[in-house]
């Protein structure tokens, strides 16, 4: 894929450089001279323009890129990035970083975001992952379409292990996605059971979030957390 990033700080130099170790074609697009530093990603384009200005963005053919990324950090200038990337250039996807929480509603597909990055959400939802057994945990959202990328860590008691993956009754809106065990990271098929201590990972609307709970951690479960709440 062909990405644009504004904003060369250390988040946009990062995200740059997993990329083009995956194998994409990556510009970096910076205006503040102090901050190009090609040398740090030098498989990268390097632009110096202001990301804010359509004839910025025109210069460097936002339009034939597949992906644009907005990870200054000034959630203000992520949204102008977004809304021109997305009104004016028509890019298939734009995800933007949220540097300050009370902005996350901002970013939304009014704003151009089809995926909205927060800081203290994703920390927040590692933390939980790491010590929460037996609950739902909601690890990203995915705000165009409306879905949420979710975790269940399964306890010993939960109703369906030992089970198939078909033998489950997920709800509409939801798919198993992904099966982490121990160190492996498993594409799941009808056919795998699933085992206490898997994280089973969904993508699901916000909507069934509740039933995707109460089928895989059974009644129990679903009471618990209505409790906590």
């Known amino acids: 894929m062909r990405i644009a990033i504004a904003g060369a700080g250390n988040v946009g130099r990062s995200i740059a450089q997993e990329l083009i170790d995956n194998g994409h074609q990556v510009m970096l697009i ?23 200005e359509l004839a910025s963005l025109e210069e460097a053919n936002v339009a034939g890129c597949d992906v644009v990324v907005a990870a200054t950090g000034d959630d203000k200038v992520n949204l102008v990035v977004s809304l021109l990337a997305k009104t004016e250039f028509a890019v298939p996807r734009v995800v933007a970083r949220v540097n300050r929480a009370e902005n996350e509603w901002l970013f939304t597909d009014q704003w151009g975001v089809d995926v909205a990055v927060s800081k203290p959400r994703v920390m927040a939802a590692l933390v939980e992952e790491a010590v929460t057994v037996g609950d739902l945990v909601r690890l990203m959202t995915f705000r165009q379409g409306e879905a949420n990328l979710v975790e269940i860590t399964l306890p010993p008691t939960a ?22 065990r121990g160190k492996r990271v498993l594409v799941p098929t009808p056919d795998d059971p699933i085992e206490a201590g898997d994280e089973l990972v969904f993508v699901c609307t916000a909507a069934v979030e509740d039933d995707v709970r109460a089928v895989i951690l059974g009644p129990a479960g679903a009471d618990r957390h209505r409790d906590r709440a």
Request: glycine share 2%.
């Open 30 to 52: 910076e205006r503040q001279p102090r901050m190009l530093r090609p040398d740090r990603v030098p498989a990268a384009d390097w632009v110096l323009a202001d990301a804010c």
């Open 159 to 180: 109703p369906y292990v030992g089970q198939a993956i078909h033998a489950v009754p997920i709800p509409r809106d939801a798919a198993l996605v992904a099966i982490v």
